[in-house]
């Protein structure tokens, strides 16, 4: 969607900030324990875009980091933006062949890089057109490249100006069914974003967001992080999600911890854990979960826990949120999405293209500020993605007649069974409601009566054990036969990616080999 004009920056809300209320907390680094005023962070941006400029970066030019979460990669962001930069979102999972690919792909000038990671470094020197590496250790050491990039620069306090349509940000799709695609992000975009969650989140300038989920990824960064930015609230970095720290944290009055986001896996673990019986949830407005549909089991636990859990839909070619349910939603509204948000059209479209009825499966289509103007250099996916200016999200969902809508599943991962389509979400959101299961993946493995039928491969709870038996009995009266798993595979975890997302993709890979069947 083309947007006219000027939009407003993150670094502008951070310098009128910085002017008004200099000395108010911008962002907490849980690891290093530093406390960066909004003052202090506009100097910092300042520091590290001269640095970059003195570096030659120019207007356009791509500049990656690569780093477990600190409150430097926000700096780092802004800082790439005041001088007109891209900023290139580097996940830390991939290997140095996965990210050679990428850094081939985006050709960054720069690479901000974690002393973690700093081992890569001469592998994809030798592979990539890189030009400079600049080392830190996410701590705030005084000896880090960037401390002393930012101490020796002539520091940028005013940007160069931007519109609503320039691009600011790449994040590369993760990359499950071939190559990754670069998902371009506009100003426009995280602006625009930012002002749609205000209501469904209770967002204000008294909000103090922690980020669990990795920075790399689009809810961490365009949630917890940047839109936290522009309303003038605190952002709580954590390095890296550990269900124990989160709830002491949570439970930190110091701290004051009033709204979350993560998705059902960290859920889940911070239900199990110990901690979890004496923590204070009362400070916690909105606990809001992605990545994908949340177990209504798990909705439920957590509400009488005393925590509403915000069940929402987005991607990352949508700047994170599209819908959410509000507060009023949970509990007569548990298992839904909510409504679409302010700055969104969502339909849902049958595979020929015509809108579904209420309450119809289909594909979500979307347009609006919030979404993608498509991929970096790849037209064949812009042509494959794009129909007559809306966006086909690859998602299957229905809304109903008062406009809430319901995530189904991915397209991907519906299997049809003796010619009906069985949705996974909708099968593991039922078995979860035994005790004895902790966590569950269901896929559709090959059958030679019904095409396909469904494997449920189960990590049980402590002390438990589970029987295909066991599922399909639990199953009788909640599900239609064709949706009960006719397989079951135990295993000790989940292959998951560094958001929490199940890889059904792998338990395709490993499952039927399991089973003894032949593909």
């Known amino acids: 969607m083309t947007l006219p004009g000027y939009v407003p920056q993150v670094s502008d809300f951070v310098k009128q900030y910085a002017g008004v209320t200099p000395d108010k907390v911008a962002q907490i680094d849980l690891a290093s324990g530093r406390r960066e005023t909004y003052g202090q962070m506009h100097e910092r941006v300042a520091g590290i875009a001269g640095h970059l400029r003195a570096l030659g970066v ?18 780092i962001i802004l800082a790439t933006w005041r001088i007109g930069g891209i900023s290139l979102a580097l996940n830390f999972r991939l290997t140095a062949t996965e990210l ?132 003038g609230g605190t952002s709580v970095v954590m390095r890296a999600f550990d269900p124990g720290l989160a709830l002491d944290v949570i439970n930190d009055p110091d701290i004051g911890v009033t709204h979350m986001l993560a998705v059902p896996a960290m859920y889940t673990a911070m239900k199990a854990h110990p ?52 507060h009023s939603d949970v509990p007569d509204r548990v298992g839904s999405s909510g409504k679409a948000l302010m700055f969104t059209e969502m339909r849902i479209v049958r595979a020929d293209g015509t809108d579904a009825e209420p309450n119809e499966p289909g594909e ?72 004895s299961v902790a966590e569950v993946a269901v896929i559709g493995v090959g059958d030679d009566q019904w095409g396909e039928v469904g494997c449920a491969v189960i990590v049980p709870a402590d002390g438990c054990t589970v029987t295909l038996d066991d599922l399909q009995a639990y199953s009788e009266g909640k599900l239609a036969r064709y949706k009960h798993p006719k397989h079951c595979v135990i295993m000790d975890e989940l292959p998951r990616n560094a958001t929490g997302k199940v890889q059904k993709f792998k338990l395709r890979d490993m499952v039927p080999e399991l089973l003894g069947l032949s593909e």
């Not at 979890?276 to 992605?290: K, M, V």
């Open 275 to 326: 901690k979890n019986a004496d923590t204070d949830f009362s400070r916690l407005i909105s606990a809001a979960a992605g990545g994908e549909s949340v177990p209504v089991p798990l909705v439920k636990w957590w509400y009488d826990r005393g925590v509403t859990i915000l069940d929402g839909y987005g991607m990352t070619e949508s700047a994170a949120s599209n819908c959410i349910a509000s």
């Open 364 to 435: 979500i289509w979307m347009r609006g500020p919030v979404i993608t103007p498509g991929y970096w250099r790849n037209e064949e996916a812009n042509a494959a993605a794009f129909s007559d200016g809306w966006f086909k999200s690859g998602d299957i969902a229905r809304r109903d007649a008062e406009g809430y809508f319901y995530i189904e599943d991915r397209t991907k991962d519906m299997y049809i069974s003796g010619g009906e389509n069985v949705y996974p979400a909708e099968v593991e959101s039922t078995l979860y409601g035994l005790d």
């Open 58 to 75: 120019a207007e356009g030019d791509r500049v990656g980091f690569l780093s477990l979460n600190t409150t430097d990669i926000p700096d």
């Open 100 to 231: 050679a690919y990428i850094l081939n792909d985006a050709e960054p000038d720069v690479v901000f890089i974690g002393e973690e990671f700093a081992a890569l470094i001469p592998e994809l020197q030798t592979v990539t057109s890189v030009r400079h590496w600049i080392r830190f250790d996410g701590l705030g050491g005084a000896e880090s490249e960037l401390e002393k990039a930012i101490t020796s620069a002539d520091p940028i306090y005013d940007r160069v100006p931007q519109t609503m349509n320039d691009q600011c940000l790449l994040m590369y799709s993760s990359g499950t069914t071939g190559h990754p695609k670069g998902v371009i992000i506009t100003y426009g975009m995280i602006f625009y974003s930012a002002y749609h969650g205000v209501a469904p989140f209770k967002n204000s300038t008294d909000t103090v967001s922690l980020a669990v989920m990795p920075l790399f990824h689009i809810g961490g960064l365009n949630v917890t992080s940047l839109p936290i930015l522009i309303l």
